[in-house]
């Protein structure tokens, strides 16, 4: 069993800048891929950012590419999420989610592969 707990999230003004982070329990973090999903009211949980087990594989929705980076630091249990440039748009609930039958560096973007996920952190981005 994993355990997921999400922070950093708050109020920020369209082209700020947040950082969420991600903090796992359990003893085998670093077999998991992991990834960032977000839901904004009345719409589907989407897809955001993946990274895969050992760092060396990330995958990023359209959306985000070029203002959003991936990390994990296996060491300290824990994924990150830069967020840069921030716009109205990517007001949402932030989740991040563990796919525990990761397997080499593959990472995926549907949100079946995830089987444990966190409580969300509210990101608002203002204009």
């Known amino acids: 069993q994993v355990q997921l707990v999400e922070s950093g999230g708050g109020l920020v003004q369209a082209g700020g800048s947040l950082t969420l982070s991600c903090a796992a329990s359990?003893?085998?973090?670093?077999?998991?891929?992991m990834g960032w999903f977000r839901q904004a009211p009345g719409k589907e949980r989407e897809f955001v950012t993946a990274?895969?087990?050992?760092?060396?594989?990330?995958s990023y929705a359209d959306s985000v590419k070029g203002r959003f980076t991936i990390s994990r630091d296996n060491a300290k249990k824990t994924v990150y999420l830069q967020m840069n440039s921030l716009k109205p748009e990517d007001t949402a609930v932030y989740y991040c989610?563990?796919?525990?039958?990761?397997?080499?560096?593959?990472?995926?973007?549907?949100?079946?592969?995830?089987?444990?996920w966190g409580q969300g952190t509210q990101v608002t981005v203002s204009s």
């Open positions: 989610a563990a796919d525990p039958f990761a397997y080499g560096e593959y990472v995926f973007e549907t949100k079946s592969r995830y089987t444990y």
């Open positions: 359990g003893r085998t973090f670093s077999s998991y891929a």
């Open positions: 990274i895969s087990r050992s760092n060396s594989v990330t």
